[in-house]
């Protein structure tokens, strides 16, 4: 018995090398087919581990038995924990709902705050943050994955605060990264810092303290206007 065990084992992994036999780095994997689904399955049982346990006690073993897929096609694609996690948030930028275009600067920022608000209280979205920015903390290769997902919602964004300066709402050499930092800094040092409530009001706030710094001039001429897309 215990050898039909083991050779039934030993058939699955020949099936994974042998559909998947090219290695790849995180967030190269082909779109389409069963090398998609076997992503998919994979970053999904990593968002619901560190949902549920935060990014120490990742478990390889314990993702590809949660993702049904076999161990060897978890440790070759993505390597490590932080592999894991790189990957989710690529998918995770990828994923993110589009930039509003509301007509009007004051409404796009709203609404940017609003999105980070969603996210940050959503039961499953907040507690993967957390475990994120926690680990970010302590392992530089996380910190550059949580920044590279950053620069690209930071990027997806940018175009409204140049819808703005367009149409004369704030100073044209308005920096749009600085600016929509200022929206969603308020609200994530609430989440990670002191604790507190992310209620609507403290969203609105938000977004109508970087406006009007904005039109201040607060962000002119930082970087290189609006076109800069860090």
Not at 29 to 39: Q, S, Y
Not at 157 to 183: H, K
Request: hydrophobic share 45%.
């Amino acid at each position: 018995m215990s050898r039909t065990v083991a050779e039934s084992k030993d058939l699955m992994e020949q099936e994974t090398r042998l559909t998947e036999s090219r290695p790849a780095s995180p967030g190269t994997l082909r779109p389409g087919g069963r090398t998609a689904k076997v992503r998919g399955a994979v970053l999904d049982a990593t968002r619901d581990a560190l949902a549920e346990t935060g990014f120490h006690a990742l478990n390889m073993d314990r993702i590809a038995a949660s993702a049904g897929v076999g161990k060897t096609t978890v440790y070759r694609r993505w390597g490590s924990p932080v592999g894991l996690v790189t990957d989710l948030l690529h998918d995770m930028a990828e994923q993110s709902l589009p930039a509003a275009d509301t007509g009007g600067l004051a409404g796009d920022l709203r609404a940017n705050a609003e999105l980070v608000r969603d996210t940050l209280t959503d039961p499953r979205m907040g507690a993967v943050f957390r475990a994120v920015i926690a680990a970010a903390a302590c392992d530089e290769e996380c910190a550059r994955a949580l920044a590279g997902f950053y620069r690209t919602r930071l990027a997806e964004w940018a175009p409204a605060v140049a819808r703005g300066a367009e149409r004369g709402e704030i100073p044209a050499e308005t920096d749009p990264v600085e600016l929509l930092r200022a929206v969603s800094a308020p609200l994530y040092y609430r989440f990670a810092v002191t604790h507190e409530e992310l209620t609507g009001d403290v969203a609105e706030r938000a977004a109508e303290a970087a406006l009007a710094a904005a039109r201040a001039g607060v962000f002119a001429g930082l970087s290189g206007g609006p076109g800069r897309q860090e």
